[in-house]
T-cell receptor, first 113, second 119 residues
Framework: TQLLEQSPQFLSIQEGENLTVYCNSS?????LQWYRQEPGEGPVLLVT?????EVKKLKRLTFQFGDARKDSSLHITAAQTGDTGLYLC?????????????FGKGTKLTVNP | DTEVTQTPKHLVMGMTNKKSLKCEQH?????MYWYKQKAKKPPELMFV???????INESVPSRFSPECPNSSLLNLHLHALQPEDSALYLC??????????????????FGQGTRLTVV
């Protein structure tokens, strides 16, 4: 079972449109991170959300952490072709007395000119 | 300097070869990680080093052998790999290990990855 469920898996839109990507879990997280990854490159951290209900803005990107700290969303306003990429959410989960950073399956976004 | 540098960027190796992947960071981070990412999949954790000691091995086959010679360097030695081991191998580092990431007190920085092809 995937601990972090992302939706949609694939999204293809026209430049200028708005979109929202979701990251959901049945578990509570102390924080969630959002990354953007381009083909053949490593993930680049966009934001970390920590407080339930928190909203963070990064230019045209708005990130929200659910009140219960189980889910998060990423909203992009007026998408540009440069926003194309794989968007991953990640959270730290306990495992066998330790912890590890796990990723959702990602949302592959394509913004067409 | 917030870079994690991985070399080589691309590697093609035969199933009988021995090769090494290298990762370097100069941010003073005490935790370093190896992840493996197959096409269209998220990164999957392989190993974690904390203060130069191996703290997590995610049941990775012994044909992958990590090494942390000092706090800035992390190597992944490869021997007798299989074609299904072909993937993007990502190195990451953070100031401290998971607890601090969990609290939002630190960030994990990823390198650009090594695209490995086993033939």
């Amino acid at each position: 079972t995937q601990l972090l469920e992302q939706s949609p898996q694939f999204l293809s839109i026209q430049e200028g449109e708005n979109l929202t990507v979701y990251c959901n879990s049945s578990s509570v997280f102390s924080s969630l991170q959002w990354y953007r990854q381009e083909p053949g490159e490593g993930p680049v951290l966009l934001v970390t959300v920590v407080t339930g209900g928190e909203v963070k803005k990064l230019k045209r990107l708005t990130f929200q952490f659910g009140d219960a700290r189980k889910d998060s969303s990423l909203h992009i306003t007026a998408a540009q072709t440069g926003d194309t990429g794989l968007y991953l959410c990640a959270g730290v989960v306990p495992q066998g007395g330790s912890e590890k950073l796990v990723f959702g399956k990602g949302t592959k976004l394509t913004v067409n000119p | 300097d917030t870079e994690v540098t991985q070399t080589p960027k691309h590697l093609v190796m035969g199933m009988t070869n021995k090769k090494s992947l290298k990762c370097e960071q100069h941010m003073g981070h005490r935790a370093m990680y190896w992840y493996k990412q197959k096409a269209k999949k998220p990164p999957e954790l392989m190993f974690v080093y904390s203060y130069e000691k191996l703290s997590i091995n995610e049941s990775v086959p012994s044909r992958f052998s990590p090494e942390c010679p000092n706090s800035s360097l992390l190597n992944l030695h490869l021997h007798a790999l299989q074609p299904e081991d072909s993937a993007l191998y990502l190195c990451a580092s953070s100031q401290e290990e998971w607890a601090e990431i969990s609290l939002g007190n630190t960030e994990a920085f990823f390198g650009q990855g090594t695209r490995l092809t086993v033939v």
